[in-house]
């Protein structure tokens, strides 16, 4: 039977928090007793265990995981640094890291680069001097200050989504070459041949490899002289200007590809302002699917990346990273998944109405 409980009342006069020792005390087992069943690291007897789990419901006891991180030279914490936490394909790598580490005793500590490479070396250096466990890393851009300061700390870190080129850190990302060259080919099998590339950062290296894809694609049916890459910056007001532009010349493109979802919410702009109809005039295929891509007609298709399976591969790995287990060096790609909807269609179809 359980010892006799103070009330909480009286437990916050003398003593503000229960200890391990206080859940000893009522269950009239051994500090070393609860441990075990609070870590799960010992058989303990069936009687005992349900004794330690209503002293502990009892009492409101929950564990100093600070105090147990510092004995085992551990904080328990994990450092994610973004880029932009407002981007919709970033939040939810994020959100689905964070359901992972609440299975575990982990806490996450979120940063926000800003895609500024100054502000993302001193966010890492913070979580480094916080004494983060490990960290993941989506990287603003191949900012070797960044690395060089993540390698000297050795701290245990994985690059998600912008992996950097013969990277010494275990990198997780999409297929981004596969993806482009799919979603590419799906406009030329359409009879599109003058196809604009509407891209953020080219010297980014997931969206180099996105370049890479179409022109893979241009080239395998004879078009590597018909694409065009429009460089449209990291705001969707930046893409409409930049896309807008290329719309006054005489060979404007019959279909256009948005290499990430901003890219798609400025290319929108611009051909609505444009006086496009969509799909009929032109068509829009955009990389990542967001929830907004539904929202109105047309509904546009997209490129969708496999969150779930980056996050889950990200947080696997470096959890094996932060326990010390020896495994080799892990640079995964995950494929994405093509989702034709109506923003795409034939050039035929779009010259009827055109003309």
Not at 84 to 90: A, H, N, Q
Not at 321 to 347: A, D, H, K, Y
Request: net charge positive.
């Amino acid at each position: 039977m359980l010892r006799k409980v103070k009330s909480r009342r009286q437990r916050s006069i003398e003593n503000p928090r229960p200890t391990i020792r206080d859940v000893a005390g009522v269950a009239g087992v051994s500090t070393a007793t609860v441990s075990n069943v609070l870590r799960s690291t010992c058989f303990v007897r069936a009687e005992r265990h349900k004794r330690v789990l209503e002293a502990i419901e009892s009492l409101g006891y929950s564990p100093n995981l600070m105090a147990a991180g510092l004995r085992a030279r551990r904080s328990r914490m994990v450092g994610i640094a973004v880029p932009d936490i407002t981007t919709s394909f970033f939040a939810s790598v994020v959100r689905r890291i964070e359901e992972l580490a609440s299975g575990s005793d982990y806490q996450i500590l979120l940063v926000d680069t800003q895609e500024n490479p100054d502000r993302e070396l001193e966010r890492v250096r913070a979580l480094v001097r916080r004494q983060a466990d490990g960290l993941i890393l989506i990287p603003c851009c191949d900012c070797a200050r960044t690395l060089e300061d993540i390698r000297k700390s050795k701290i245990p870190t994985v690059l998600v989504d912008r992996t950097a080129a013969n990277s010494e850190f275990d990198t997780i990302s999409a297929d981004n070459v596969a993806a482009a060259r799919e979603g590419c080919r799906h406009l030329i099998s359409l009879g599109h041949r003058k196809i604009t590339l509407l891209v953020s950062d080219p010297n980014l290296r997931n969206i180099a490899e996105r370049i890479q894809g179409c022109r893979q694609a241009m080239a395998e049916a004879g078009l590597s002289s018909f694409v065009r890459v429009v460089v449209g910056g990291m705001t969707s007001d930046q893409a409409h200007n930049a896309l807008s532009r290329s719309f006054h010349v005489a060979d404007r493109p019959s279909a256009v590809f948005a290499a990430t979802h901003v890219m798609a919410l400025g290319a929108l702009r611009a051909i609505w302002e444009a006086g496009f109809a969509l799909p009929e005039t032109i068509s829009l295929i955009a990389f990542d699917d967001c929830e907004w891509m539904t929202a109105l007609r047309p509904f546009l298709s997209t490129l969708r990346q496999p969150i779930d399976e980056i996050a889950q591969e990200a947080w696997s790995v470096l959890t094996e990273r932060i326990q010390g287990r020896p495994i080799e060096r892990v640079n995964r790609v995950f494929p994405c998944t093509l989702i034709i909807r109506e923003s795409t269609t034939g050039v035929s179809k779009a010259s009827r109405f055109a003309s």
